[in-house]
């Protein structure tokens, strides 16, 4: 992750929520000269949309919603469609302030739709500001950058400065999204150019990109922003100004770091004018920001009552996207004081805010959602830290593994920027005896691994070895699995990781004769093949049959019936317009046809449409698609090519997921042949998982990387062969096929046989 996402992701939400409101409200011209509705209507109405403009500069989503519902309701009865639109979009501002972004989006999209054969007006400019905003938050980007172009062209049109100055503010965010950052200031700059309401706005967003790419004209902006602070009414607008402000001034990657002091100037500043205005949500962001300055000056004290007081204001008007953070916070600084069972409570208490915050923190989008690897992601690493503490109770352990799994739930939640995942705990003893599950997690100072026995109590067992260190170690094996590396490299970059995750365990799992292993991997681990671990004698593929889920939560358990088997073969042995051929995937698609009844689509007639037209035509219990594809850590980026396009891991979804995992009729097995991750992306293999939990397949075989066609042929045949047999595991097939190519002189390199990974259900 670089910079600019590292700092622009940390704005909190709540933050940005009010202050996105106040520029709508500024360019919402609509709302201020609303056609009359009948005189028996007009006083209650007008009354309404201004009491709903108060609760919501006060802090009050949630009434200001009610009240502009009931007002667009009397505009309705009136036949007043400007006045209802009004009330409309006001609606909209409330749903995006309460984290209901699909319901807002959904909304605007109506009121995009019916204004679409009307005249060009400020209400048509501001409802496409509006909705590209909303499909800025949720992450796509480039429909955000069309509707805001379209917006500015008609505010222009029509001369209206807040509607353009608010279409260049919000242009500039989408293209920060983007990472097109001269293109950005430049749109901020013009907004910042125009004496309208948001031009405190764009000062400060033109800062913080200036000041992150090291730009020395920000230092020129910082008196402007410094003397509109201190010359503009009392407002939200300056209340939000005084906390940005002190947030840029006081990061860690700011040019324009000052002392602590002037930051806590700003802060206590947006305190007094938060209470004054009655902004108890505002006040609560204040006092946890200058707690947070408190915390990094180690004044634990004082910023553990700080925080406390802010974290019973965000409790008191129930934000808990702000309250979490403070109870974070709150939990940082007992651990700091040592108190560990009670920052252990804390944190606990942190995870549960997150839980009931997950619809909402999935669905935002890049430039302003919570940073999830900065501010999410690390509170359940800081939680499993605090109970994988030396002499860990079977309770902690327990809950350290509940932990896990819900962080890899979060993840994935986060991937595919919606909560669409659910979990059902299950038991490993009722999936598998013969199976152990582990589950490593990478803390700052170690590397903590939960041994999951069945029937026997949890395990775990540490290894003293820095988090840089255990990266460095992990990026070292990745490299040693090119083709060209000599066997000597390879070998003590796997032996190095076995060490570190298997060996304290090698002995429990040689007692209980445990035949597959079952990985539920962390971070950056899941970019290796754990079959190419190795113990100084053989690779662990060589003792156990091996498969990897993102947790037993997300496991359907059954085996696969032989006798229903019959496959639907999609390929492209043809090079198209985006992809160069794969002579190999003929070889494949005869050798699954020599093994079982199958359906193929090959090169011009694997199209999405004939996709789509097979899966619901035949109960398929295969789907093998041989064909390029990309694993990413973002959900937009992990495709598989068709003849005629790309299949995103929605559209895949959208495909395949039709027949439930409990159905009789889902998809057991869904093979990915010539897949790879994204080269640079060391989360990729995110994507992969994604593609397993989405696509409504039991299982799903992919590679982390492309093997060349001969191996992969190779590969396959062994794969199926054993596949069809009475009685074989997914697992088993897996093994044995990577086995047939280990044992050959060919392909013994781990490069051929070990980027081969069976996700979820291994029976």
């Not at 324009?256 to 002037?262: C, D, E, G, K, Q």
Request: one cysteine or more; charged letters at 20%; hydrophobic letters at 40%.
């Amino acid at each position: 992750m670089n910079k600019i996402d590292r700092l622009t992701k940390k704005i909190c939400r709540c933050f940005l929520w009010s202050f996105l409101g106040l520029l709508l409200t500024f360019s919402l011209p609509m709302v201020r000269a609303i056609a009359q509705p009948p005189i028996a209507s007009i006083d209650r109405a007008q009354s309404l949309n201004q009491q709903g403009r108060q609760q919501f500069e006060q802090g009050n989503p949630q009434t200001a919603l009610a009240q502009w519902q009931q007002a667009e309701r009397l505009y309705r009865s009136g036949n007043n469609q400007t006045g209802a639109i009004g009330a409309q979009l006001n609606q909209a501002r409330a749903l995006q302030a309460l984290g209901f972004y699909r319901r807002a989006r959904t909304l605007l999209d109506e009121i995009v739709t019916v204004q679409q054969q009307q005249p060009n007006s400020t209400l048509k400019a501001s409802s496409l500001l509006m909705l590209g905003n909303i499909l800025r938050l949720v992450g796509e980007d480039k429909p955000a950058e069309q509707v805001l172009v379209a917006s500015l062209s008609i505010a222009q049109q029509m001369n209206s400065l807040p509607d353009i100055q608010a279409a260049y503010l919000h242009l500039g965010n989408t293209l920060v999204a983007q990472q097109q950052l001269p293109k950005a200031i430049a749109y901020f700059k013009k907004a910042a150019a125009i004496a309208a309401p948001l031009q405190l706005s764009a000062q400060l967003r033109q800062l913080k990109v200036q000041q992150l790419n090291r730009d020395p004209e920000a230092l020129t902006v910082l008196p402007q922003i410094e003397a509109q602070l201190a010359t503009l009414p009392l407002s939200q607008t300056t209340v939000y100004g005084h906390i940005e402000l002190a947030s840029i001034l006081s990061t860690s990657h700011s040019t324009l770091r000052t002392s602590s002091l002037r930051s806590a100037q700003l802060l206590a500043i947006a305190q007094q004018q938060a209470k004054t205005l009655g902004d108890r949500r505002a006040e609560s962001w204040a006092i946890g920001r200058l707690a947070h300055l408190y915390e990094q000056n180690q004044q634990l004290q004082d910023a553990k009552q700080l925080t406390q007081k802010a974290l019973q204001l965000a409790q008191t008007v129930n934000v808990p996207e702000i309250t979490y953070q403070w109870q974070w916070q709150l939990g940082r600084i007992l651990k700091a004081e040592g108190d560990i069972t009670q920052a252990t409570t804390i944190y606990t208490q942190t995870v549960e805010t997150l839980q009931l915050l997950r619809k909402d923190l999935a669905a935002l989008g890049q430039d302003v959602q919570f940073s999830f690897r900065d501010q999410v992601e690390p509170v359940y690493r800081e939680l499993v830290d605090l109970l994988l503490q030396p002499g860990a109770t079977q309770d902690n352990l327990k809950k350290a593994r509940q932990v896990i799994e819900s962080l890899q739930l979060a993840e994935l939640n986060n991937f595919f920027r919606e909560a669409c995942l659910d979990a059902e705990a299950r038991s490993i003893d009722a999936i598998d005896p013969t199976a152990a599950v582990i589950y490593p997690v990478i803390l700052r100072d170690r590397l903590e691994v939960i041994l999951s026995l069945p029937g026997q109590p949890l395990q775990h067992y540490a290894t003293a070895v820095p988090q840089k260190q255990i990266e460095a170690g992990i990026a070292q094996m990745q490299a040693s699995l090119r083709p060209t590396s000599f066997t000597k490299e390879q070998l003590a970059a796997a032996q190095q990781i076995y060490r570190w995750m298997i060996q304290p365990a090698a002995a429990d799992l040689a007692q209980r004769d445990i035949k597959t292993l079952v990985f539920v991997l962390d971070g950056s681990l899941r970019s290796l093949p754990m079959a190419a671990l190795h113990d100084g004698n053989q690779y662990l593929i060589e003792q156990y049959q091996i498969a990897l889920t993102p947790g037993l939560q997300l496991l359907s358990p059954r085996t696969l019936q032989q006798k229903q088997t019959r496959a639907l073969i999609g390929g492209l042995s043809d090079g198209t317009a985006e992809s160069t051929p794969l002579p190999g995937v003929r070889q494949e698609v005869d050798e699954i046809r020599r093994q079982m009844p199958a359906q193929v689509l090959l090169n011009s007639s694997f199209t999405t449409s004939a996709l789509k037209a097979e899966i619901q035509t035949a109960p398929f219990t295969v789907v093998h698609l041989a064909t390029h594809g990309q694993f990413s850590s973002e959900a937009k980026d992990t495709y598989i090519q068709t003849w005629d396009g790309k299949l995103t891991v929605n559209d895949l979804q959208a495909l395949l997921s039709r027949r439930s995992q409990t159905d009789t009729n889902a998809i057991e097995l869904l093979v990915l042949s010539a897949c790879e991750t994204a080269q640079g992306d060391n989360r990729a293999a995110l994507g992969m998982a994604g593609v397993a939990v989405r696509s409504g397949a039991r299982s799903t075989l992919a590679t982390l990387w492309r093997v060349n066609d001969a191996s992969t042929a190779v590969f396959v045949t062994q794969f199926y062969k054993m596949l069809i047999r009475p009685d074989i595991t997914k697992a088993q097939a897996v093994r044995d096929a990577q086995i047939t190519l280990l044992r050959s002189p060919e392909f013994k390199h781990p490069f051929y046989w070990a980027p081969f990974i069976l996700v979820g259900n291994w029976l």
